[in-house]
């Protein structure tokens, strides 16, 4: 399903891009040149701020599926693939970039990591600083049976005045 929507979305963006030059350049004064399409598009000032249009869609395709392995880190539980926040376009468009240069994704997951921690992997790696996020909903599933089976066994072996009458008892 995520990879038929990265489909989608790249087919439209590469349709909807040469749209907005298309009209930009029409509503230019005659002998105006077109603003290039990364600049209606990005809106920013610095090259960071623009996006970065992709021609190949296999590129795009690739961004996408390492996008949504990151984690953005100013939303709450998105990815940067599915987040419109400044810095998920930023890390995008450096992920883009990287992938451009020919690194691999172990790369740019090693990079990313190195600079952000392990906050910014969707699925962090086993290891001690991560044990208590791996194995700790388990701990606490784990110790709520036991406390459960406790409190049962006491009350069974209560006696029966220990317990107060109904208020509508015979």
Not at 81 to 92: E, K, M, P, Q, V
Not at 137 to 161: G, S
Request: proline share 8%; net charge positive.
């Amino acid at each position: 399903m995520r990879r038929l929507f990265v489909h989608i979305a790249g087919a439209l963006l590469l349709a909807i891009l040469p749209w907005s030059a298309m009209s930009q350049g029409a509503s230019a004064a005659p002998g105006a040149t077109a603003a290039p399409a990364s600049a209606a598009m990005g809106g920013g000032t610095g090259p960071a701020r623009q996006a970065v249009a992709a021609p190949d869609p296999a590129l795009e395709a690739q961004v996408m599926k390492i996008s949504a392995g990151l984690r953005c880190l100013v939303c709450q539980n998105q990815t940067i693939a599915d987040s419109n926040a400044d810095l998920a376009i930023d890390l995008r468009n450096q992920v883009r970039t990287m992938l451009e240069r020919g690194q691999t994704p172990a790369q740019i997951n090693d990079y990313m990591t190195a600079r952000y921690g392990d906050f910014v992997l969707y699925k962090p790696p086993v290891k001690s600083t991560t044990a208590l996020l791996w194995y700790g909903p388990a701990a606490l599933l784990v110790l709520a049976v036991f406390v459960l089976v406790w409190i049962i066994r006491r009350r069974t072996k209560m006696p029966a005045d220990r317990f107060e009458p109904d208020p509508d008892g015979p």
